[in-house]
Nanobody, 124 residues
């Protein structure tokens, strides 16, 4: 069974940076769009960034534009989310997701494959 696995979460102060990684076990998700999403308790899960298989197209939700960067190491089949200038409101559980498509999507319901999540806490 193909599985997405996130890592890199932690507790940081406002203004700090973190890098999240999403690897694949048991398969490749070759050709799939990959995305990062986040969820705060009591709120809906939101897609914050997505990237095409080849890494040529990316999309970001407005609140993270200019601070977060999604990238991909095709050889390692790992997708990264570099988060800079973190804010308290970025605190959430961050999930990696995948969809069998060449088109980016900001709709979480378009992603059938999900990791277990990694927690990011931004606090002073």
């Amino acid at each position: 069974q193909v599985k997405l696995t996130e890592s890199g979460g932690g507790l940081v102060q406002p203004g700090a940076s973190l890098r999240l990684s999403c690897g694949v076990d048991g398969g490749t998700f070759g050709g799939y769009v990959r995305a990062w999403s986040r969820q705060v308790p009591g709120k809906e899960r939101e897609i914050v960034a997505s990237i095409t298989y080849g890494g040529h197209q990316t999309w970001y939700t407005e609140s993270v534009k200019g601070r977060f960067t999604i990238s991909k190491d095709i050889g390692k089949n790992v997708v990264y989310l570099d988060m800079n200038d973190l804010k308290v409101e970025d605190t959430a559980v961050y999930y990696c997701a995948a969809r069998n498509s060449t088109s980016l999507s900001a709709n979480r319901f378009d992603y059938p494959y999900w990791g277990q999540g990694t927690r990011v806490t931004v606090s002073s």
